[in-house]
Structure formats: structure tokens, C-alpha cells
């Protein structure tokens, strides 16, 4: 399924129904050999990831963009609620943006919605945008294997 995207006034949200469980998507995030499978861009040829998940744990992953090279994203997280909430400041070299990520449980599915906000300018916001939604592209794929399993 596709996301619903929604950019405007420097923020971003993202929609997205899973075919899988809630407690399996938020392993996802929670995991970092997992997330490493599925975070970047679709150019992303690989993902290098340190994780403390707890309230005041921090995060960062490198990624190396085809064409692009290395980037990194860090970030600490604010609040753990599992399986249903994850929200954490994102460290984006000049800016930082508070992330929230909800996990809303429908059965055998389940609604993730992702807000982001404080983007610096409205292209970085698109930007991010774009590489967010490729990135659950991938996680639809690998949750799709999962739930076959």
C-alpha cells in the first residue's frame, strides 16, 4: 500500500497502512539490525546504525547514498511508549525536528503515521519527504516476508 503524504508549512506527515501487526512494525524501529534492512532512501546501498532505544537514548545511523555519498542522521529519543508511540529530536546538521511516530493496532494490520516538524525550508521538507516514503517502501517489503513467514 502507498503512503498518504502531506508537506506543508515545513512539516511533514506520513500514512501508511502495513500489512502486519503492530507489535512486528514497531520491532522494526526498535531493532537495529532490522532497521538497518529498511532505513534510507531507495539509493541507499547501506546503512550503518548505533541505537540506545530508551527515553534519552540516542541514535545514528550513516547512510551511503548512491550518487550522493554518506549521510548522517542522529537523533535522541523523547518518549517510548511500546508498541503504540515513538518521538525523538532528528539531527539534521543545521536543524533539528521532533519526530513523532504512532503505531495504531487494526488487527492484522496496522496505521503508522509519522510526523515530522521543523524543517528549515519548504524543499528540504519534500526532500525528506520522498526519501521517508521510499524508506517504508522497503519496509513494506520486508514485513510483507515476515508476516509469509
Known amino acids: 500500500m502507498k503512503s498518504e503524504v502531506i508537506v506543508g508549512d515545513n512539516r511533514l506527515q506520513i500514512t501508511r497502512i502495513f500489512q502486519a501487526p503492530r507489535h ?7 531493532q537495529v ?16 546504525c548505533a541505537m540506545d532505544f530508551r ?21 535522541i529519543y ?6 503504540e508511540k ?5 539531527d539534521f546538521g543545521p536543524t533539528t525536528t521532533r519526530v513523532v511516530v504512532e503505531f495504531v493496532d487494526q488487527g492484522a494490520q496496522t ?5 515530522q ?12 519527504s520522498k526519501g521517508t516514503n521510499e524508506s517504508f517502501d522497503k519496509l513494506d ?8 513467514v
Open 141 to 148: 517489503t520486508l514485513l510483507a516476508n515476515q508476516v509469509l
Open 24 to 30: 512486528l512494525v514497531f520491532a522494526f524501529w526498535k
Open 55 to 75: 527515553v534519552g537514548g540516542s541514535f545514528t545511523c550513516v547512510m551511503q547514498i548512491r550518487g550522493a555519498g554518506e549521510f548522517l542522521y542522529k537523533g
Open 111 to 115: 496505521k503508522m503515521v509519522l510526523t
Open 78 to 83: 523523547d518518549e517510548i511508549i511500546e508498541p
Open 33 to 48: 539490525d532490522q532497521l538497518q534492512q529498511w532505513w534510507g532512501c531507495k539509493d541507499t546501498t547501506r546503512v550503518e
Open 117 to 128: 516538524v521543523g524543517f528549515p525550508a519548504q524543499n528540504i521538507c519534500e526532500t525528506v
Open 86 to 90: 515513538i518521538a525523538y529530536h532528528a
